[in-house]
C-alpha cells in the first residue's frame, strides 16, 4: 500500500497536470478525462474499502451532475452565463462538463470520506472554491465561456462554488454515514 503523502502527492499532481493539459491544449474533453483518470486513482488508492463505496460515489457524482445540470441552466436561463465550443451541449450545458461531474464527483466522494478533520475540510472548500472560479475565469479568456447580468467570478463564482462544497460535504458525510450503519 502507498503510504498517504505519496497519495496525496500523486492526488495533487494529477490535479496539476489535467489543469496544466486543459491550458495547454485549451480542448474540453480534456476536463472528463481528467476527471476519469482520477476516479480510476481514487478506486485504485484504497481498493478494498473504495469497493464498498464505488456504487454510491457514482451516484454522488450523478447527483452533482443533475445539481450541476439544474444550476447551469438557470444561470443560462436568467442570462448570467452561457458556455460555448462544446462538441455535445446539451440544452445550455456541455456534455463535457456533464461527464466531469460524474467523474469527478466520483472521484472527490472517494476522496474526502478519509478525511473528517474539519480544518481540513474548510481548507479543501476553499481550495476548490478558488479551483472553479479560476476554472471559470480561465474558460472566459479563451472563449469557452461568457458572464452577463452582473455576473463575476469574485464573488459570485466562488461564493456558489463554496455553498456547493458546504452542500455536498453535509450530503458525504450523511451517505457515509448510513453506508457505514449497514
Known amino acids: 500500500?502507498?503510504?498517504?503523502?505519496?497519495?496525496?502527492?500523486?492526488?495533487?499532481?494529477?490535479?496539476?497536470?489535467?489543469?496544466?493539459?486543459?491550458?495547454?491544449?485549451?480542448?474540453?474533453?480534456?476536463?472528463?478525462?481528467?476527471?476519469?483518470?482520477?476516479?480510476?486513482?481514487?478506486?485504485?488508492?484504497?481498493?478494498?474499502?473504495?469497493?464498498k463505496y464505488l456504487k454510491i460515489a457514482l451516484l454522488f457524482g450523478i447527483i452533482l451532475m443533475v445539481f450541476d445540470f439544474a444550476f447551469e441552466n438557470w444561470g443560462a436561463m436568467y442570462g448570467y452565463w452561457v458556455t460555448l465550443s462544446s462538441s455535445l451541449p446539451v440544452l445550455a450545458v456541455p456534455i463535457e462538463i456533464m461527464l466531469t461531474c460524474i467523474f469527478g464527483g466520483a472521484a472527490w466522494f472517494l476522496f474526502i470520506r478519509n478525511y473528517k478533520n474539519k480544518y481540513f475540510i474548510i481548507i479543501n472548500m476553499i481550495f476548490w472554491s478558488f479551483g472553479g472560479m479560476f476554472g471559470e475565469s480561465f474558460l472566459i479568456q479563451i472563449g469557452f465561456m461568457a458572464y452577463g447580468n452582473g455576473w463575476v467570478s469574485i464573488p459570485h463564482a466562488f461564493v456558489s462554488y463554496f455553498i456547493i462544497f458546504v452542500i455536498f460535504y453535509y450530503l458525504s458525510f450523511f451517505i457515509i454515514k448510513k453506508v457505514n450503519k449497514k
Do not use: C, H, Y
Not at 472528463?32 to 476516479?39: D, E, K, M
Open 1 to 51: 500500500m502507498i503510504s498517504d503523502a505519496k497519495v496525496m502527492t500523486l492526488r495533487i499532481l494529477l490535479l496539476v497536470l489535467g489543469g496544466a493539459s486543459f491550458v495547454i491544449f485549451q480542448k474540453w474533453f480534456i476536463l472528463p478525462l481528467v476527471g476519469l483518470i482520477w476516479f480510476l486513482f481514487e478506486i485504485n488508492a484504497d481498493k478494498e474499502k473504495n469497493k
